[in-house]
């Protein structure tokens, strides 16, 4: 009997071992080489959103009332055109945000066709970021998904989004920054870019992963990440690199 389990023993470590061996790999490889986000400025010198924003609504206020309408009317679109919209949203990866913008602005814009814009908006976006993480981190207001206990458009993001901050939106900030920008580089569109803009924000209600002020104040930190970059030579740089590259 005790042979048996020796041997039972001996065949599941046999087993375990390589799969054992394979995560540690994974977890040292990871550490070994994090992701770097390129990024005009150190994240401190982003504006600080818990300083001139307010907190997200109590749940007892009528503005958290308001959330719960848009939630509402967010699921309602779900299975139409928008919902799809919505998805394709998600994604924030350079080049899929830019190709959202490319009908608004008129023209394709993609690392091979516009690097320029590419590198700029690639370091845009991390600034629009950085300007919501110190209050995310100071509320942690559960997402709407979370409170609700439902399902999203995007269900394959709900475990790494769990215990992340929703105030305020960052996919949201990141959609208005980006807009003011194209809207400034290309002023003969600037309606169109920023309609775009303002979309990809409530593309957050609409998915199920923000309330309606997670949204509408993000794009007042997205707003702020930009005048702050407009301060930065790197950014005054890129912009004009841009501005020429449109002329070519």
Not at 99 to 116: D, N, V, Y
Not at 204 to 211: D, K, S
């Amino acid at each position: 009997m005790k042979r048996h389990l020796l041997l039972r023993t001996m065949m599941l470590f046999a087993f375990l071992a390589p799969i054992a061996i394979q995560a540690q790999q994974i977890t040292e490889d990871e550490t070994e080489q994090p992701i770097v986000y390129p990024s005009f400025l150190p994240s401190d010198s982003m504006p600080d959103a818990t300083k001139y924003l307010p907190a997200p609504p109590d749940t007892a206020s009528m503005n958290y009332m308001n959330d719960w309408v848009q939630y509402n009317w967010g699921k309602s679109l779900r299975n139409t055109p928008r919902g799809q919209q919505a998805i394709f949203d998600d994604c924030m990866k350079t080049d899929s945000i830019l190709k959202c913008f490319s009908l608004a602005a008129g023209r394709e814009l993609s690392s091979e066709k516009t690097p320029a814009i590419f590198y700029l908006i690639e370091r845009v976006t991390t600034a629009a970021c950085d300007a919501t993480m110190k209050a995310k981190e100071s509320y942690k207001r559960k997402r709407p998904y979370v409170q609700f206990n439902e399902s999203t458009l995007v269900p394959e993001e709900e475990a790494s989004h769990l215990h992340s901050g929703s105030y305020p939106s960052s996919h949201s900030a990141t959609g208005w920054a980006i807009a003011l920008v194209l809207a400034e580089l290309m002023p003969e569109n600037q309606n169109a870019i920023l309609k775009r803009g303002f979309e990809y924000g409530q593309s957050r209600v609409i998915a199920g992963y923000h309330y309606q002020s997670d949204v509408d104040l993000a794009r007042l930190a997205g707003a702020a990440a930009i005048a702050r970059l407009h301060a930065d030579k790197g950014f005054q740089k890129a912009m004009k690199k841009a501005a020429k590259e449109l002329k070519e």
